[in-house]
């Protein structure tokens, strides 16, 4: 069973910005995404006031930019949802749509009614 130190539910900004700053810590990183990156984001056709992006910026675009960050700083990404959770000594046994893994540390960051844990 593959080990990570975090695993991170969920591919929105949430779920994105904490996978990006978890790898950039150091820490094994998996991400996983149910939907696409940046989850609904891809369904909006400019987001305003973001910052960075005086003009704004396209959901469908910021989502994978996101990504593209985390994996550049060492998160692992897995087109999969969160099947179940079980405590386990020292940390969580995660079920996913692919298999099972185990981490340290979970971050569920999905959206409401989406968990299912």
């Known amino acids: 069973m593959q080990t990570y ?3 991170v539910a969920g591919g ?3 779920g994105l910005t904490a996978g990006l700053f978890s790898a950039r810590l150091g820490r094994s990183t998996l991400v996983l995404v149910s ?3 940046g989850g609904h984001l891809g369904t909006i056709n400019q ?3 973001f910052p960075g992006f005086p003009q704004g910026v396209p959901g469908y675009d910021l989502g994978p ?3 593209e960050q985390a994996m550049t700083a060492g998160a ?3 087109m999969s949802e969160l099947m179940s959770v079980t405590p386990a000594a020292g940390g969580w046994q ?3 749509g692919e298999g099972e893994v185990f981490a340290r540390a979970l971050i569920v960051a999905t959206e ?3 968990a299912h844990v």
Do not use: W
Request: glycine content about 8%.
């Open 94 to 96: 995660v079920t996913t």
């Open 65 to 67: 930019m996101i990504q």
């Open 76 to 78: 692992e990404f897995q």
């Open 5 to 7: 130190d975090v695993i």
């Open 35 to 37: 939907l696409m990156p």
């Open 47 to 49: 987001i305003e006031d």
């Open 12 to 14: 929105g900004v949430a």
């Open 112 to 114: 409401i009614g989406r």
